[in-house]
Structures are given as C-alpha cells and as structure tokens.
C-alpha cells in the first residue's frame, strides 16, 4: 500500500514536470506546396524566403497578412498562406485588420518618403547572365532532386570554388533553412521576378545587399545535396520557370 502510493506520488510529480516545460514551437500547422494554411516563422526567415518554399508571390503574402513594405516579419508569428475569407479581408468578423497571432498590432508608421521600388523590367529587355560556368546536368522539370517531385530550376554541375555570379538586384535571403536548397542566396531581381542560387559552398554577400550584374555572390560547393553543383532557379510571381527561356546562348 505505501510503495504503491509512493509511486503515484512520484508520477505526480513528473506530470508537474512536464506540465512546467512546454513543447517547442513546431511548424506543425505550415502547410507547403500551395494550399491553404498557415506558416509560423522561424529564425533566419524573410518573408521572401517563405514565398520561395511555399511557392507564392510575395506580394501575396504581404497582402493576404497586411505587411507593409519592408516587409518586417517576427520570429513565432503565423503567416497566412492564402487569402483571408472576404469578410475577414473587409474586417467585419471582429478581428484586428492585420491577423498576426504572437506579435502586438502595430499600425504601419506613415511615410513621407517611399524607398523607390526596384524597376519592373520587362523580361523581353532583361539582360540575364549564365551564374556559373558547367555543364547543365539537370534541366527544368526533368529528374527528381533532393527529394523534390521535379527540378524546379537547372543543375550546373562544376568545380569546388567555381564563383557564382549574380544578374542584378537585392538580396532578400541567404541562409541554409531551406530543405534540399543547402546555402542558399535568392535574390529579387525586380518587383516580378526572383533568382535563387542552392548548394553553395560559401556565401560572399550579405542579406540585404544590391549586386551588380556579374558579381560573384557565392562559390560553388554540395551543400544539400552528394556533387559539386549549382541549382539556379528563376521565379517569376512565385512560379517556377524554365531559366533556359531567359539565359542567353552559350558558345563554346
């Protein structure tokens, strides 16, 4: 009787333990590949970052949450992957306009001055550059990669230390978060479209920094992935295209 009642007192108190330390944050409730959910960030996050995994336009994401320019996001907040209901987007369901679940409302501060936007160029005039030198292993849809259901981008397969060129515009994300992407760099070219360049080596710019045309941003390396490669993809309004339509033709 007293060693049964021992134990219970002992499991008592585990449970109290337990009860006290709560479970980590997990991205449980993210839903990927496009359909409806919600996406809690994680450190190293941007909200580019979010719409390349998600395969979204990060004007839309901005828009379905009510995230003004830059664009600022908090660690433990939900995003939402998909537009609000209409009577949620008018606010006449009683939440606050801008439904960001662990973060404090904060209206946007007014602007008198607006950065000025990249500029949209049209794709018929932009100069797009090869971003390594190799050989394309993998083309656009074609061969499952890092798990992947198909390539979403080219595979140019080269040395160790091979410099990786950017074409031109902002860094909106380097890190290595990304499942399958290793070191990644995505870069926003203008307000339409996106590169992104995977399985670097080693990273040379910084978040946040404008490249010129030619610069060498990364060098090659298989982070993410069992070769030295490089995976180069273009997005344009969060959709995968062929890069091989917007680079120019190689002579040997």
Request: glycine share 10%.
């Amino acid at each position: 009787m007293h060693r049964a009642l021992w134990i219970g007192c002992v499991l008592a108190a585990l449970v109290g333990c337990v009860a006290r330390f709560p479970a980590p944050i997990q991205n449980d409730d993210t839903t990927l590949a496009g359909t409806p959910g919600y996406y809690r960030v994680l450190p190293g996050d941007t909200l580019y970052s979010i719409a390349f995994e998600t395969r979204h336009d990060y004007h839309a994401l901005a828009r379905w949450n009510h995230i003004p320019p830059p664009y600022d996001i908090t660690v433990g907040e939900r995003l939402r992957l998909s537009a609000p209901p209409e009577r949620v987007a008018q606010g006449l369901a009683g939440n606050p306009v801008r439904p960001r679940f662990l973060s404090p409302i904060r209206p946007a501060p007014p602007r008198r001055n607006p950065p000025a936007a990249l500029p949209q160029t049209p794709s018929s005039v932009m100069r797009w550059i090869w971003p390594a030198r190799g050989t394309v292993e993998a083309t656009f849809g074609r061969g499952p990669l890092s798990g992947r259901p198909g390539n979403r981008g080219i595979d140019i397969l080269g040395r160790p230390g091979e410099p990786v060129r950017a074409a031109a515009g902002r860094v909106v994300y380097r890190g290595s978060r990304l499942p399958g992407y290793g070191k990644l760099i995505i870069i926003k070219e203008n307000n339409e479209y996106l590169s992104a360049y995977a399985h670097n080596a080693r990273i040379e710019v910084e978040e946040g920094a404008m490249v010129r045309q030619g610069e060498v941003i990364a060098v090659m390396g298989d982070s993410g992935t069992d070769r030295v490669e490089l995976e180069f993809e273009i997005r344009r309004r969060g959709i995968p295209v062929n890069p091989l339509r917007y680079l120019p033709e190689r002579h040997h």
